[in-house]
Every structure is written in structure tokens, then in C-alpha cells.
């Protein structure tokens, strides 16, 4: 696994992205000297053939991703093939665009555009299909398990699904009896499967580790060059998120890592929160307004909807917010959590909320200073009083600004169970531990797809 700007990534899925840059651009590249043959030269050095070809890889890259093809390794070919085509009708799309704005000097010509297109499809085709079949033969770190408590469960379940992460599960080691799942031994066995099977990893999760951790063997082990990994660390590399079933105060307490946010950081991302949202407000100045007469005009009531929600270190403040429920929606049955398919939701306020247009008076949230343009999701006074007494850690989420988007809300879907509010929890809680303007950065690129696919909305 690599660590690039404070996210967790697949060396696999970096490589597969890597290889897949360099042959688009080799077919576009090929059809361009086919097409033009002896003044492809004169296209591709004088003309800046390269930089546009480029442009076009970049769209392609781009439509790929959105697409989820780096996060789903496993679609089946006519679905791979339906969404490779879409992506290259976008590259199209995109042409077409930048001949419409007279920028011409960037536009890739017709024939090897259509090659170069028609190229990729099969290429991009053959390729993935080559690739997971290399993925089944490439070396992976294997991993053994010192325990078998409920995280430990859930990291191997999750590996197993996931073989581009790399990491392949050997079993468990426990004195647990029954035994649960592809048990390898008991405890003391530790050394024997060790020589046996020869992991390159040994994550220790067991449910009680007095007098159960043989710390000795763990410490010989490690000197011979096999990694020792608390289980609630892979989870973290595992998830991107941080476990709260098991974990204790003296871990955060004590931990040697960097917990809470880097105040430097935090200063840094207040800076650069304002000019987001003084320059997103000034430009979004116009759709606002369509908004709020949109709303006005298709149901009684204001179009602005004001709110408490608690900020950070618990302070209160008022969101704002473009209305998209009918007036008065909580009148009868006080503060409760949306749901699916919620009657409530007006009929322009069901697309603002697909769009995430509903949140676009955020904004000047941002420029008064109660929130950011990332972080966790504000919540109303009502719930958190709720949330603080039935789930562990939830105050902690309020020791940063809340955000108009976040590392929670582009992960995981609109939750409306404790269940839900715990998994979002712990992926703010991994935020605030690497908050970093690199993180950030992805996350607002991340936002953006989520807005355009309307995924996450209710």
C-alpha cells in the first residue's frame, strides 16, 4: 500500500492507473502518425500535437475514474465495455466544447481522434482483462493474525474481497474454542506457523491480551524482519477509517502518532476556506439567486432555512441553508433524521438536494468563520446530546470546524441509524487525525463527482 496526499492507495490500482495513462496516449499517439504520417511531425512539434493529445488522455483519465473503474477492479466486459464508451463520448464531448470556444490550437483532428478512440476501447479492454489475471499472480504480503477479535474478522473479510490492496489473509492464530474462521493454531503455535507459512505481516488483534501476548516471540520476530501491526492500525490502512469497537482512551492518550489535527494545518485550512468561499460565493452568486426564486415560487415559505447545529468545541451557530422541505416540516413531530424517499422534501428541494445545491448557502457559513469548506458534518444541538451518550468518541469530532463537505460524507452514504452515524464517525475521526491541505484536495476533487452523480443525497 502507497500513501499518497494522506490516503491510503493499492500499489496495484497505482500501477494499473500508471499503465493505462501511457497506453491511451501510445494509441492516440499511434493514430495520430498513422492518420497523418509525414506531417504528423510538423503536427506533433510545431502544432503542440502532443499537448492536445494530452488533453484528451486527461479526459479520458479523468472519465475512467468517475466511473469508479479504479475502485471496482472486477466489472464484467460488457459493462467495462458500455462504460469505456461513455468516457470516450465524453473525450468527444470535450473536443467539440473547445472547438465551440474557438480554442482550435487544442483540438485533436477528426481521423486521429476517431482512431485514437476506437484504439483505446480495445486496448483498454484487452488490457483489463490481462491485468486481472496478473493481479491473481502477483506477489501479495501475506498476513497472519494474532487473535481473532471483531476487527480482526472484518480486516480479513475485507481483504479477501479486495486482492488489489495486496495483502492476503493466511488465517488466524487463537486459543478460541470453537474455533472461528480458517483457523491456523493456537496461540503458542505462534513460531511454528510462522516458519511453516512465512508471513510478511503479523497483525496481533486478540480479545484479551493479559497474559495472552507473547510479547518475546513477537519481539524476535520483528527483529527478523517481519512487520508487527497493532489490528486497529491495518484497519486504518484497511478502511481509511479508525475503528471505535475497540478502541481505548490510553491509546489515544499515549499514542505516538500524531492524533489530534496539526494546528499549523488547522490555521492553514481557515485561510485558504475563506478565498474558496469568497471566490465559490461571488461565481455561484447568480445560480443562487435562480435557486431561491425556484424555491419561493413552488412553495410557501421562505427560501432560506436557518438552523442550529454545533460547531467546534460544541459552540451552536446558525446554518444557512436553501429550504427543500415543505414550511414547518418538524411542527408536528419535532427534530428528526431524513429519510429515504422523505415526504417532506418538495419537489425542486428533492433535485436541489441531488445537485447538493441546497447547500450552496454553506458558504457564507465559511466567510463568517463557523465552518470550513471540509470537515465533518454539522449537527443539530437535539442529536448530538443523543449521539455523545450512546457512542464513544462522538464529542471528539467537534475539536475542528465543521465542513461543507467531508472525508465522511464522500465515503459513505446519507445515514439515518446509529449504525451509520458510528461508520461516519470513524472516518471524520480519520480525517481529524490527517487533516492536511493534501487531503483536502482530494476530497473537494472527490466532491465534485459526488455532485455530479448525485450519489449521497436524500
Known sequence: MLRLFRVYVSARVAALLASELVLIYV???????????????????????????????????????????YSDL???????????GVVAGTAFLTEAMLGYLKLRQLVVPAGPMIVGS?????????????????????????????????????IASHLEAHPEKGLTP???????????GKRLGAISDLREVVDRLHPKRIVVGLRERRSNLPVIQLLELRLSGIRIEDALSTYEMAFERISTHELRPSQLIFSSSELGPNRTFVRLQSAYSMVI??????LALPLMLVVAALVKVTSPGPALFRQQRVGKNNRIFTLYKFRSMVRDAEAHSGAVWATRNDPRVTKVGRWLRKLRL????????????????VGPRPERPEFV??????????RQRHCIKPGITGWAQIKHKYGDTIEDTIVKLEYDLYYIKNLAPALDAVIMFHTAKVMLLSRGAQ
Open 118 to 154: 476506437t484504439l483505446t476501447i480495445a486496448a483498454l479492454m484487452v488490457w483489463r482483462f490481462v491485468f486481472r489475471v496478473l493481479l491473481k499472480r502477483m506477489p501479495s504480503d501475506t498476513v497472519l493474525f494474532l487473535g481473532d477479535s471483531p476487527v480482526v474478522q472484518e
Open 358 to 373: 441546497d447547500e450552496l448557502p454553506q458558504l457564507f457559513n465559511v466567510l463568517r468563520g463557523d465552518m470550513s469548506i
Open 74 to 84: 472486477g466489472g464484467r466486459p460488457r459493462e467495462l465495455l458500455q462504460q469505456v
Open 277 to 282: 468561499a469568497a471566490v465559490a460565493a461571488v
Open 170 to 180: 493466511l488465517g488466524f492464530l487463537d486459543d478460541s474454542n470453537p474455533p472461528i
Open 27 to 69: 494509441c492516440y499517439l499511434a493514430a495520430t502518425l498513422a492518420w497523418l504520417r509525414a506531417d504528423a511531425e510538423v503536427f506533433l512539434v510545431d502544432d503542440a500535437g502532443w499537448l492536445r493529445i494530452l488533453i484528451v488522455v486527461l479526459c479520458l483519465m479523468l472519465g475512467i475514474y468517475f466511473h469508479d473503474l
Open 385 to 394: 446530546a443523543e449521539l455523545e451518550k450512546r457512542i464513544p468518541y462522538y
